[in-house]
């Protein structure tokens, strides 16, 4: 394999924002190709809180995987990869993660991280958090996932939205040992 790949789910919560700043990011990082899958719901979202559409994602991603393709290359552990970022998760998808549900491409290539013990991340999106979710992101933690609610931080003094999200981005894609640009704690 002459570029590590990582997979990356975008589901139906709100932080689209998110998915489509870490896809941006990792155009500029030539030694990591990315395989996208995007829900229904996920697309929805993108629609309704950044206006774009499905081609516009699509061509932000070296490479695309239909939602319901369960039978794609991504689907099996022999597919081997760097890991999976599922960003936003909604509770939906913790839920199935959570469950082993392989009902759709998404929850079943988590379920082939989660077996094959890759790195798998998923970016909660909801609050407040009831038992359930609570119990769930436990779940996954404990079958040796990564919870990652896309928090910001103000120890860098962001000036705007836009560094408080490269901020998570560049976190979260440290997580996979992939640098991009964005503030890191000094101390004090």
Not at 97 to 109: E, G, K, M, P, Q
């Amino acid at each position: 394999m002459s570029k590590k790949r990582l997979v990356i789910g975008i589901t139906g919560a709100t932080g689209s924002v998110y998915a489509i700043r870490l896809l941006q990011q990792l155009q500029s990082v030539p030694d990591v190709e990315s395989h996208l899958i995007v829900s229904p719901s996920g697309l929805l979202n993108i629609k309704y809180e950044l206006d774009m559409d499905r081609r516009q994602v699509n061509a932000l991603a070296d490479h695309v995987h239909g939602f319901r393709d369960v039978g794609a290359t991504l689907a099996s552990g022999a597919f081997d990869t760097l890991g999976m970022l599922i960003l936003p998760c909604s509770m939906r998808t913790l839920a199935a993660t959570a469950h082993a549900f392989s009902d759709n491409l998404i929850t079943r290539a988590a379920d082939v991280h989660l077996k094959e013990r890759r790195r798998l991340v998923l970016a909660v999106r909801e609050t407040p958090f009831n038992l359930a979710h609570l119990r769930n992101m436990t779940a996954v933690t404990e079958m040796g996932g990564i919870i990652f609610p896309p928090l910001p931080a103000f120890y860098h003094h962001p000036k705007n939205l836009d560094e408080m999200i490269d901020h998570t981005v560049a976190r979260l894609l440290g997580l996979f040992d992939i640098k991009v640009p964005g503030p890191e704690w000094e101390g004090v």
